[in-house]
C-alpha cells in the first residue's frame, strides 16, 4: 500500500489523479499526518527553535484537517474527508521536503527578518534559492487546488481559491499566536 500511495501521491502532484484514487484508510491517514508534522517541524525548526518549530507544525497539521472538514461539510461532502486528507498530507510532505533545501538556504535571511534587523543587515539568498522557493510553492498551490478540485466538484481556479483560504487561515493564525511562542 505505501508504495501505491507514492504513486498516486506523484501523479496527484502531477494533476493526473485525484483524493478518490487513495485509499480511504485510517492507518494511512496517521502514517502520512506524522510525515506531515516531523516535515513541517523539520522545515520552521531551519529558522526557529524546537519549541516554536513543534507549536507551529502541530497548528499546521490539525488546523489542516479543521479546514478540510469544515470546506467539505459547508459542501456536504463530508464522506470524502479521509482521502481528502490523506492526499493533501502526502502532497503537503512530498512537497516539503523539495522545499527544506531553499529553506535552509533562506534561515540567514528569516532569522535576520525575525530578529528585527535593519534592512541593510539582512543577508540576501540567491536568486535560484529564490526561484525554486517560489516555484514549489505555486506547485503546491496548483496541487492543493487539484486535490480540492476533485474532492468539492469545483473547477482547478476555484480549487486554487480553496488553498489559498488554508494558506491564508494558517497566516492569521501564525500571526496571532506567533507573539507567544517566541
Not at 513543534?54 to 478540510?68: E, K, S
Not at 464522506?79 to 535552509?104: N, V
Not at 481556479?157 to 494558506?167: H, K, Q, T, W
Amino acid at each position: 500500500m505505501f508504495v501505491q500511495t507514492l504513486r498516486v501521491t506523484l501523479d496527484i502532484l502531477l494533476l493526473r489523479r485525484g483524493p478518490q484514487d487513495l485509499p480511504a484508510d485510517w492507518n494511512l491517514l496517521s502514517l502520512v499526518a506524522g510525515a506531515y508534522l516531523t516535515l513541517t517541524f523539520a522545515q520552521v525548526s531551519v529558522a526557529a527553535s524546537v519549541g516554536p518549530a513543534l507549536a507551529q507544525a502541530l497548528l499546521a497539521t490539525g488546523l489542516l484537517a479543521l479546514y478540510v472538514h469544515g470546506v467539505l461539510k459547508f459542501r456536504d461532502l463530508s464522506p470524502r474527508f479521509l482521502q481528502t486528507l490523506i492526499a493533501l498530507f502526502a502532497t503537503g510532505s512530498a512537497l516539503t521536503i523539495l522545499m527544506l533545501g531553499p529553506t535552509s538556504a533562506l534561515a540567514p535571511m528569516l532569522t535576520a527578518l525575525a530578529e528585527g534587523a535593519s534592512p541593510d543587515d539582512i543577508p540576501q539568498p540567491s536568486t535560484l534559492v529564490l526561484l525554486v522557493y517560489m516555484i514549489v510553492g505555486i506547485w503546491g498551490l496548483i496541487a492543493f487546488g487539484h486535490i480540492y478540485r476533485h474532492a468539492l466538484d469545483l473547477s482547478l481556479g476555484l480549487g486554487v481559491l480553496v488553498a489559498l483560504g488554508y494558506e491564508m487561515l494558517l497566516f492569521m493564525a501564525f500571526a496571532l499566536i506567533g507573539p507567544a511562542l517566541r
